[in-house]
C-alpha cells in the first residue's frame, strides 16, 4: 500500500539547519510530484513546497522561499527539505504529501514535528 | 499569496446540512478548477475529500460535495454524522504554481 515517512525532525535553536526526509513506498516513487505542508500549533495547514516528480521544478511558498530547499532522490525514493535559517514560526508538523497531477494530495505521512527555540 | 478565507466554525445536529465556504482570488480558486478539501482530525494526516471542485475520491462518503462559484468553493455535507465533526480545509493550485491552503474550517456537530 501507499505510504510516506517523515523524519528528520526535532528540536533546534533559531538560525540553525535541519534536514526533513520524506520516503515513499507502494507506489511508483518517480511518477509523482510531492509537497510538503506544515501545520503550527493551534494553526491552520500551510503549504511549503512542492518538487516535481523529475526534480526539474520546485516552487516555494513566500514564508519559507530563500531559507528551504527541497531535493528528491529517486533512486532512494526520497524527497528532502533541507531547512536554513530556521525562525521560531517554523515550528510546526511537517507533512509530505503525493500530488494526484492536480495539486491536490491523496496520500500523507503521518508527520515530523520541528521545533524552535532557543 | 494569502490563504483562502473559510468561516472559523461551522456546527449541525446530525442528520441536517452544512456548507463551507471558501473564498479565493481570480489567481487562484477563480482561475483554476483546482479546489479540493481535506478532512483532518487532531493529531492525523488530512485526507482528500474532494478534488477538482466537484470530485469524490474512491471511498469517500457521497454526504460530501463540493461546488464553485467565481472566486468562492463550498463543501456540502449532508446528513451530518458524529463522525464528521473535524476540521475542514479547502485548497486552490494558483497562477503561480504554489498552492494555498484555506484558513481551516472547525466543525461542531451538535
Known amino acids: 500500500q501507499v505510504q510516506l515517512l517523515e523524519s528528520g525532525g526535532g528540536d533546534v535553536q533559531p538560525g540553525r539547519s535541519l534536514k526533513l526526509s520524506c520516503a515513499g513506498s507502494g507506489f511508483r516513487f518517480g511518477n509523482y510530484a510531492i509537497h510538503w505542508v506544515r501545520q503550527a500549533p493551534g494553526k491552520g495547514l500551510e503549504w511549503v513546497a512542492v518538487i516535481w516528480s523529475d526534480g526539474s521544478n520546485q516552487y516555494y511558498g513566500d514564508s519559507v522561499k530563500g531559507r528551504f530547499t527541497v531535493s528528491r532522490d529517486n533512486s532512494k525514493k526520497t524527497v528532502y527539505l533541507q531547512m536554513n535559517s530556521l525562525r521560531v514560526e517554523d515550528t510546526a508538523m511537517y507533512y509530505c504529501a503525493r500530488d494526484t497531477g492536480m495539486t491536490d494530495f491523496d496520500y500523507w505521512g503521518q508527520g515530523t514535528l520541528v521545533s524552535v527555540s532557543s | 499569496q494569502s490563504a483562502l478565507t473559510q468561516p472559523a466554525s461551522a456546527s449541525g445536529s446530525p442528520g441536517q446540512s452544512i456548507t463551507i465556504s471558501c473564498t479565493g482570488t481570480?489567481?487562484?480558486?477563480?482561475?483554476?478548477?483546482?479546489v479540493s478539501w481535506y478532512q483532518h482530525y487532531p493529531g492525523k494526516a488530512p485526507k482528500l475529500i474532494i478534488h477538482e471542485v466537484i470530485h469524490r475520491p474512491s471511498g469517500v462518503s457521497n454526504r460530501f460535495s463540493g461546488s464553485k462559484s467565481g472566486d468562492t468553493a463550498s463543501l456540502n455535507i449532508s446528513g451530518l454524522e458524529a463522525e464528521d465533526e473535524a476540521d475542514y480545509y479547502c485548497s486552490s493550485y494558483t497562477t503561480t504554481r504554489t498552492v494555498v491552503f484555506g484558513t481551516g474550517t472547525k466543525l461542531t456537530v451538535l
Open positions: 481570480g489567481s487562484d480558486v477563480g482561475y483554476y478548477n483546482y
